[in-house]
């Protein structure tokens, strides 16, 4: 193994189901295998998905351990030692990385979505120790190296929020969604700004949706054709079917709302895409006369798997897609959360290490 010399001990932001809470802790710095990446922390960003923690829920993202778990999964960072059995990386190269950990790479499950492995898929930040520390051991077959074009500062939020919002808006292309056509983005925060740049990049008209006119804001800085405030505007419906002549061709929904996702339907034309990328606590239900007869499709996406980072990474360079950041140390971690519980930032908040 190939390395620098490495402290022993690191800070780290954890979670601790004890009282609830976020502590900036001293642990040890992980001790990577023969298959990984030591990565030297240079930006970690916060998802809403992060927030799980604090919150019941039924979809696998609680902690079950009264072990303190460090927080997040969203980064990116400089090697600083790489294991025997790494190939296509060296010390020094800036790198990206897929959040998943104890994966085999190899099993079916593994070609859908790393959650689904055989060996037993551990989600950084919850049931294993996510990025908010100053190094990660990655395994190399979930990392990329990042092109000149872009630095491992601005990139972390590319790799939850940006590489989500991406397959989100292309799985819709890849489901028949044509040039030109309509789509409605509800949630244009940290995932939803990013897909309307996305969005824009593949030639699509869109309708931005959200109750918060700061990220709405946001939207029609990246490029939103319209931008609609839905807890203002009542009959934001009937303003959709008159925009569109009809209705979108597609729904891509980034927010973790079931009432949302009820009320996209009535955006959609005739046989139109409904994208489900963000996660509500409560199971959606459809009906299935309409899901039979073709009234509209239901189709799921995420952040998927790593053999597909390099076409997200060279789309993203190419159109310069990039997330609003705003920087904090680790010791602010609380006030991050606070912001992003209040909705009160553009794109994303996220830790720059020294």
């Known amino acids: 193994m190939v390395s620098l010399k490495i402290p022993e001990t690191q800070k780290a932001a954890q979670y601790h189901r004890s009282d609830n809470a976020i502590h900036v802790n001293e642990i040890p710095v992980p001790k990577p295998l023969s298959t990984d ?21 039924d979809i696998g993202l609680k902690l079950e351990s009264d072990v303190p778990v460090t927080l997040g999964h969203e980064a990116a960072g400089v090697i600083v030692s790489v294991g025997s059995e790494c190939k296509g990386f060296k ?22 979505h790393q959650m689904w492995c055989e060996k037993g898929c551990k989600m950084p930040g919850h049931a294993a120790d996510g990025f908010f520390q100053e190094y990660i051991a990655v395994d190399w077959r979930n990392a990329i190296v990042l092109p000149p074009e872009l630095r491992a500062v601005e990139a972390a939020p590319l790799f ?10 292309d799985d819709c292309r ?4 044509k040039e030109g056509e309509w789509m409605a ?45 839905t807890r203002r505007d009542k009959d934001y419906a009937k303003k959709v079917k008159e925009i569109t002549k009809g209705g979108c061709h597609a729904v891509v929904n980034y927010t973790n709302s079931k009432a949302a996702y009820e009320s996209a339907t009535d955006l959609l034309r005739i046989n139109g895409i409904l994208m489900v990328v963000g996660l509500p ?10 899901l039979a007869l073709r009234k509209f499709r239901v189709v799921g996406s995420s952040n998927k798997i790593p053999r597909l980072l390099p076409e997200f990474v060279d789309f993203s360079v190419k159109h310069g897609i990039k997330s609003k950041i705003a920087y904090y140390k680790l010791e602010e971690i609380n006030e991050m959360i606070d912001l992003m519980k209040e909705g009160k930032f553009r794109g994303r908040v996220a830790v720059k290490f020294d």
Request: aromatic share 8%.
């Open 174 to 177: 890849l489901a028949g969604l």
């Open 160 to 169: 939850c929020a940006g590489v989500t919002s991406y397959h989100g808006i």
């Open 185 to 229: 983005i509800i949630g244009v925060g940290g995932l939803g700004h990013l897909g309307v740049q996305y969005a824009r990049a593949m030639g699509f008209k869109i309708i931005a949706l959200d109750i918060n006119d700061i990220q709405l804001e946001e939207a029609k800085e990246c490029g939103t054709d319209y931008a609609i405030n």
């Open 91 to 112: 010390i020094g190269d800036e790198v990206g990385f897929l959040p998943a950990t104890n994966c085999c790479y190899e099993c079916e499950g593994c070609q859908i």
């Open 281 to 290: 606590q409560e199971p959606l239900s459809f009906n299935s006369m309409f």
């Open 37 to 57: 990446l030591l990565v030297k922390t240079i930006c970690s960003s916060l998802c809403r998905s992060d927030l799980m923690n604090f919150e019941p829920n």
